[in-house]
């Protein structure tokens, strides 16, 4: 078949490299356009069209997928299929309309489980011990279109969010190229959603990563995890706002009422609703990344101090 591919960030890479390697013909790369990066905010290239253009493909960067313009280029393309991963744009009916075969898109949760932007984080969030990514053809409700095809991944106890998804992203490529196989050759049919098990993903944001030491220890260390490495949990130590990365419930340690910490020359631990749990890497505002215990020494930090 004839492809164009749409993504946009460096999770929809492995799928990229994938496609462009079967045996399906990738014609052209929709992504997003070129955004401000860095202190110099000049515009930079999503990785996606950077991969594509070391490929050699064409690129297509539409400010919104409604575009005229951007509709007759795709045209001119004539993709059978358009397979997606993380793009990050909603795509109208007459976009859709243009591949004979549709938009496949690659989503990383078991549908109708976790529908939304961020599937891997709220799995992580709510505990799952399961997840996965499932194949599916686009339609205009969100991510509510017929399945082809999906495949599973255990969470394991120390995932943050970015090593889910890295596997995620790897395994799921191959499971996108097999779609992409299965709709040619005739194999693969699309099979509705069921109505049962629908749950909702929306975007973290950094407000939501905000540490509520109320919490039991478990759900601390779950939001933490499940917001590394973005939006990045964090808390407050005397007004200064302090991104935390992974902590370590320790429920050997004396009880520590909710954010009050205990210092030692090796560690620093935080009270929850429930067990302590020991912090790992800390980063104050404009500062380096360090292990927990060199920030308690740099800030002369003392058991009894507390985060809020």
Known sequence: MRVVFAGTPEVALPSLEAVAASRHELVGVVTRPDAPAGRGRRLVASPV?????????????????RDPEFQTALRELAPD???????????????????????????????????????????????????????????????????????????????????????????????????????????????????????????????????????????VDRRVRACTPAPGAWSTHEGERIKLGPVVPDPDHPALAPGELAVTKRAVLVGTGTDPVRLGVVKAFGKREMAAPDWARGVRLESGARFA
Not at 51 to 59: I, S
Not at 112 to 138: K, N
Not at 210 to 216: A, K, L, Q, Y
């Open 49 to 65: 069209a950077q991969r594509a253009e070391e490929l050699g493909v064409r690129v297509l960067k539409p400010d919104h997928p």
């Open 81 to 219: 299929c358009c397979p997606v991963v993380a793009y990050g744009a909603l795509l109208p009916q007459s976009a859709l309309d243009i591949p004979r075969h549709g938009w496949v898109n690659l989503h990383f949760s078991v549908l109708p489980a976790w529908r939304g932007a961020a599937p891997v984080q709220h799995a992580l969030w709510a505990g799952d011990e399961v997840t996965g990514a499932t194949t599916f053809r686009i339609v205009q409700a969100m991510d509510a279109g017929p399945t082809f095809g999906v495949m599973t991944e255990a969470i394991r106890p120390l995932d943050t969010a970015g090593d889910l998804l890295g596997r995620l992203a790897e395994g799921g490529a191959g499971l996108l190229v097999a779609t992409l196989d299965g709709i040619d050759d005739g194999s693969l049919e699309a099979r509705p959603q069921p109505d049962d098990g629908i749950s909702l993903a929306p975007k973290i944001t950094v407000d939501d990563a905000r540490v509520d030491w109320t919490e039991p220890a478990a759900a």
